[in-house]
């Protein structure tokens, strides 16, 4: 009897081991059905594109295809590539600053009451004031130069940040943190392993939000002040009114948009929600 119920329990483990080990395999093909979805959207897009050029022919609304033309024209002359290295390097370098500036700021506000009553003011200073008169300050101030353009591109995100982080730190868990103190862990690993997990559903909401606002606000900084980049190319179509320029151009950094939100965002957020089950 003794043998017995000493294996019993390794065998019913079994089962639940190989269940385990095929749960990943189940999961793939609702995301195969995500993808395709989500694919076929796009072509139905480019397919209304097409009816509606046809139905309007008309040179403001070039059918897909003398667009993608283009693409390839642009793409080939190292144009579009060159504007649009440049304008992405803008969007990096403002989202990491305003990433940093606003999560650090963020945490401190939800941290100290008193801090929080102090900045509040200037928050809602900050998330009111129109991003056209802080980029027009920037280049008052620092001049028509890309230090300008990424700092008005940053001031604009920070307090987006900061007040998705700040209600992030109000809700972190106290019972987890005096666990974390009971156990006495060093304030980096109580930081890294407690208090950070509970903030990362927030820094990703802020994060892709801020991201979206980002890709916006760079090219109106480069519309205005800068020499290069998709915005300062835009304009130029604009004045020449070449309809199919501005197509090509909006298309290839809305592909860009899309690809950063389904290879980095998306995976980024399954991640670092995973351990909430």
Not at 13 to 36: F, G, I, N
Not at 140 to 145: R, T
Not at 243 to 255: D, Q
């Amino acid at each position: 009897m003794t043998v017995k119920a000493q294996y019993e329990p390794r065998m019913s483990a079994q089962p639940h081991q190989r269940a385990s080990t095929q749960a990943p395999a189940s999961e793939s093909p609702p995301a195969r059905r995500d993808a395709l979805t989500r694919f076929a959207s796009l072509l139905v897009f480019v397919l209304v594109w097409h009816v509606a050029a046809l139905a309007v022919e008309s040179s403001t609304l070039p059918p897909p295809l003398t667009v993608f033309e283009r693409i390839v024209a642009e793409t080939v002359s190292l144009a579009l590539p060159e504007h649009l290295a440049t304008t992405l390097s803008r969007v990096v370098i403002s989202f990491g600053a305003a990433m940093l500036i606003g999560t650090a700021i963020g945490i401190a506000m939800g941290h100290w009451r008193r801090l929080d009553l102090f900045l509040d003011g200037w928050l809602v200073l900050g998330l009111n004031i129109p991003a056209l008169v802080t980029i027009i300050l920037c280049y008052v101030w620092f001049g028509l130069n890309d230090a300008a353009a990424i700092i008005a591109v940053a001031i604009n995100k920070i307090p987006t940040v900061v007040v998705t982080v700040r209600e992030g730190a109000r809700a972190i868990d106290p019972r987890l943190m005096q666990v974390a103190s009971a156990y006495r862990l060093s304030r980096w690993r109580t930081f890294t392993r407690v208090y950070l997990p509970q903030l990362q559903p927030y820094l990703m909401a802020a994060a892709r939000s801020g991201l979206s606002l980002i890709w916006k606000i760079v090219l109106v900084v480069e519309l205005l002040g800068r020499s290069n980049g998709i915005g300062f190319q835009l304009n130029v179509f604009f004045q020449f009114f070449d309809i199919t320029g501005i197509l090509a151009y909006t298309l290839v950094f809305a592909a860009i948009v899309l690809l950063v939100e389904a290879l980095v965002l998306r995976p980024l957020e399954r991640r670092v929600t995973r351990w909430r089950g």
